[in-house]
T-cell receptor, first 113, second 108 residues
Framework: DGGITQSPKYLFRKEGQNVTLSCEQN?????MYWYRQDPGQGLRLIYY???????QKGDIAEGYSVSREKKESFPLTVTSAQKNPTAFYLC????????????FGDGTRLSIL | AQRVTQPEKLLSVFKGAPVELKCNYS??????LFWYVQYSRQRLQLLLR??SRESIKGFTADLNKGETSFHLKKPFAQEEDSAMYYC??????????FGAGTRLAVHP
């Protein structure tokens, strides 16, 4: 089944710990995105990347970091600086240009122990 | 500021009734608008986009620039339409600005 794979499905973080969420796509898409979904707030953009080795901050980047070393991979690290990390995280990808629709993964639910 | 507003958190209708999910936007340029849907236990997926002017699963949405709206409509709701619906605005660089979402519940 092609598309976007996010792992793990559930993740727990201890105080002061960094955790990394995985996002892999086999759609050969150039652009990848990370969103945070909270109840009643829709999806908010954390980071996005248009090409390999380049990424930009979204609206709520504080406390998060990303890398884009390969076209198919865009991992998100939730650092200890993120004081309210409990949320549902969605990864998406799209072809570049012309406001193409985004394809989403199944998401990772992060909780605090 | 770029913003998408979905005023209803929950819309509850009976099967066969008409449905209208409201979406208003704020954008200084020429907007690209989308409706995404998330059915229970499924991924968020594209339902329709305004430039294609398609009807998907009986849903249509017309961009009204004067009222800055992109309401989603269906004349006769089905139980399988029950889902979370998000209106989204493309804010450049393929970035999407989402509304808070409306949960549609269609009762038998």
């Amino acid at each position: 089944d092609g598309g976007i794979t996010q792992s793990p499905k559930y993740l727990f973080r201890k105080e002061g710990q960094n955790v990394t969420l995985s996002c892999e796509q086999n759609l050969n898409h150039d652009a990848m995105y990370w969103y945070r979904q909270d109840p009643g707030q829709g999806l908010r953009l954390i980071y996005y990347s248009q090409i390999v080795n380049d990424f930009q901050k979204g609206d709520i980047a504080e406390g998060y970091s990303v890398s884009r070393e390969k076209k198919e991979s865009f991992p998100l690290t939730v650092t200890s600086a993120q004081k309210n990390p409990t949320a549902f995280y969605l990864c998406a990808s799209t072809e570049w240009g012309g406001n193409q629709p985004q394809h989403f993964g199944d998401g990772t639910r992060l909780s605090i122990l | 500021a770029q913003r998408v507003t979905q005023p209803e958190k929950l819309l509850s209708v009976f099967k066969g009734a008409p449905v209208e999910l409201k979406c208003n936007y704020s954008y200084s340029g020429s907007p690209e608008l989308f409706w995404y849907v998330q059915y229970s236990r499924q991924r968020l997926q594209l339902l329709l986009r305004h430039i294609s002017r398609e009807s998907i699963k009986g849903f249509t949405a017309d961009l009204n620039k004067g009222e800055t709206s992109f309401h989603l409509k269906k004349p006769f709701a089905q139980e399988e339409d029950s889902a979370m619906y998000y209106c989204a605005l493309s804010g450049g660089y393929n970035k999407l600005i989402f509304g808070a979402g409306t949960r549609l519940a269609v009762h038998p």
